[in-house]
């Protein structure tokens, strides 16, 4: 499975970088994903409805975020950031 990425999600990814998040939880969440597992109860993973249906969230820390997109071919990163960066 291959790991496409949004433009947006590459400024958000430099913004969460420069917030001093620590990277290798991300990392972990990705990793799960890609090997097409479930996330487990406490990445609150859900499917989004309206303008990001067809998509799903979870948390990687209580008020960081990761949108994304899975297939059988792709993980798509959409976006990542705090709920307030995000949900405007």
């Not at 297939?71 to 976006?79: I, M, P, S, V």
């Not at 705090?82 to 949900?87: I, K, T």
Request: charged residues 30%; hydrophobic residues 35%.
């Amino acid at each position: 499975m291959r790991l496409v990425y949004s433009s947006q999600f590459k400024k958000d990814f430099k913004k969460i970088q420069s917030q001093g998040k620590d990277i290798h939880l991300l990392e972990t969440v990705l990793e799960i994903l890609l090997k097409n597992q479930p996330l487990e109860p406490k990445y609150r993973d859900h499917k989004l409805a309206g303008k990001w249906q067809n998509h799903r969230d979870c948390h990687v820390e209580p008020d960081w975020l990761l949108i994304y997109r899975l297939t059988n071919e792709a993980l798509y990163l959409e976006r990542t950031g705090s709920h307030s960066e995000l949900f405007k």
